[in-house]
Nanobody
Framework: QVQLVESGGGLVQAGGSLRLSCAAS????????MGWYRQAPGNLRELVAT???????NYAGSVKGRFTISRDNAKNTVYLQMNSLKPEDTAVYYC???????????????WGQGTQVTVSS
């Protein structure tokens, strides 16, 4: 129904930057929000940032001021610019889309496979 493909993860030194991209494809009828979540070893998956269809954004307190989420509606793509990275940002980052597919009214969550971000000290 919906496929999310993430890219841009990698290894970076503390204080460095990375830019994650997530392109959505498939039978998308509407998108309520797109966003990023992350999961570090031994931890639960947590929200990093989301962006709604009207452009409003929401950030986890730990990343606010360092990360910026943006979107390109024409390409169904969401980006996460990560600056001033810290070792505690190390995690698998998952792209999320909340929306509806063709011919189905129900809004559901769709997830990418995840991309590894590793920040060395």
């Amino acid at each position: 129904q919906v496929q999310l493909v993430e890219s841009g993860g990698g290894l970076v030194q503390a204080g460095g930057s990375l830019r994650l991209s997530c392109a959505a494809s498939g039978s998308i009828f509407s998108i309520n929000t797109m966003g990023w979540y992350r999961q570090a070893p031994g931890n639960l998956r947590e929200l990093v940032a989301t962006i709604s269809s009207d452009g409003s954004t929401n950030y986890a307190g730990s990343v606010k001021g360092r990360f910026t989420i943006s979107r390109d509606n024409a390409k169904n793509t969401v980006y996460l610019q990560m600056n001033s990275l810290k070792p505690e940002d190390t995690a698998v980052y998952y792209c999320n889309l909340r929306g509806g597919v063709m011919f189905i009214r129900t809004v559901n969550d769709y997830w990418g496979q995840g991309t590894q971000v590793t920040v060395s000290s």
